[in-house]
């Protein structure tokens, strides 16, 4: 079976913070998997995700994605950067740009530089674009700017840009955290769907244990930088995920005495 | 800010001072200023009526002036562009970036009418000067306003991109550029109303425009057609600014 992670003793510090943002992890994810992070807030997984995507450095440990290592000093290789797609939380699109610019611009890294910059793209370019956007359910928004949408409209415009990139890779932090409940089932299985339907590994984030449960084959917990537990989705048990969220205790210095 | 304590006192014997210190030293004689009475009056007197057969001067001179700032803005756009590039935080090193910014505030620092006159003395009489020396001065600011924009944006798409592979001047076409164009719009549109300005005077330095024709006026005692002039001016500049209220408020 190919590998598209291979994490090994990975530790990282964010640049003068005190505490290990991540510790010790170490894990494998086989092509075409769909996974999901469960955690709170501050767990990691926003950390791992963003070194999996290339963007920390500075990080110890052995780090391989889709087979090739990465370099904890420097970022990946631009060539390489599409085939890793991204869905942030936030969206992260350009507001004042219409929806297919958007999805465009997933194809920028594919596309030889000057075409890129001079910003015209293939009948080919043009063509995945407008699959992307047909899969995403979202066709006929294409010559509407990102800014007259809603949250849901916008993360769907946020994954067809991420498809538009052809990726072997989805990475997505917390996809639906902006999202009700309703938006937010239909995203995420828009979003592994896809993946399963071109073969792509799908790793996302959540703080919510159904929807993890729902749309991902396995589960890893992460909880203070480490990996808690990893389980298949089948045999996540209700003490796991409790002890997961279980309330931090208090900082010593900040203790209150026991009232009894 | 507060006058109070120590520092109030400072504050206000310094300002005493600095008005004490230029009224001692320089000869204002208010027993001059009465007496030019009678002066003053047959002067303005000599500026009315304003003579209106001075429009096809008034009429070439507004074009020149026109066209001065349009080309001279035009300039100051192109030279921005890569200037502001070199002076954003975001984009280039601090290295590269610290002399930037230092280099536009120098230009910034030196006024317009000065450099038209460096630039009359270096390529003759003319608007030719004018053009370069407002290109050149209003670089200095819009350079500065651009880079600002360029920083101002949300770094969010930026990532994005970045992570999908894009390079850095296509980052800035594609994430930066559409984020920022309202703002350069409105600055662009402000820094071409104070060049147009600015421009009405450089005539008196030789360096083109309406400014000669009253320095000319003046220069030759005929009162009337320079007062004919400065209101043409004083119209232009009204104009000038109710162009630039609609139009700022059609990009903010």
Known sequence: ?260 | MQFGGFGGFVTSALIAGAILWSFATTDVELSRLVSAGPRIADFLGRMFPPDPTVMAEIRKGSAETLRIAILGSLGAVILSIPLAILASETMVSPAVFRPIRTLLAFIRAIPLILVAMLMVGAVGLGPLPGIIAVAFHATGMLAKFYAEAIDGVSRAPIAALESAGAGPLVRLRYAIWPQMAPVVARDTIFRFELNLRESLILGIVGAGGIGFYIQTYVRSFQYDKAASVTMAVVAMVIAIEAINVALRRRFT
Not at chain 1, 84 to 105: K, Y
Not at chain 1, 180 to 185: I, K, M
């Open chain 1, 1 to 260: 079976m190919n590998i598209a992670i291979r994490i090994n003793d990975l530790n990282f510090a964010h640049p003068g913070g005190s505490v290990p943002a991540l510790e010790r992890v170490s894990l494998t994810i086989s092509t075409g998997e769909s996974v999901a992070l469960l955690g709170p807030s501050g767990a990691g997984k926003t950390t791992l995700l963003a070194l999996l995507d290339g963007r920390l450095q500075g990080w110890r440990g052995r780090v391989s994605v889709l087979g090739a290592p990465l370099d904890p000093d420097q970022p990946p290789p631009r060539a390489s950067r599409p085939d890793t797609g991204f869905v942030f939380q936030e969206f992260a699109l350009v507001e004042r740009s219409t929806v297919l610019r958007n999805v465009l611009n997933g194809r920028l890294g594919r596309m030889a530089p000057l075409r890129a910059l001079l910003g015209s793209p293939t009948p080919h370019d043009l063509d995945i674009a407008r699959t992307a956007l047909t899969d995403c359910g979202i066709a006929d928004l294409a010559e509407r700017r990102v800014d007259s949408l809603s949250g849901g409209q916008r993360q769907r415009v946020a994954i067809a840009r991420c498809l538009a990139q052809e990726p072997r890779l989805i990475l997505a932090d917390e996809p639906v955290s902006n999202l009700d409940p309703t938006r937010a089932g239909e995203v995420l299985a828009l979003l592994t769907g896809a993946a399963q339907a071109r073969g792509a590994t799908a790793l996302f984030s959540s703080h919510q244990p159904d929807l993890a449960r729902r749309f991902a084959q396995r589960i890893i917990g992460m909880r203070d930088g480490r990996i808690a537990f990893d389980v298949p989705t089948s045999e996540l048990n209700d003490d796991a995920t409790a002890e997961l969220y279980r309330e931090v205790e208090p900082l010593p210095g900040l203790s209150l005495r026991a009232v009894s």
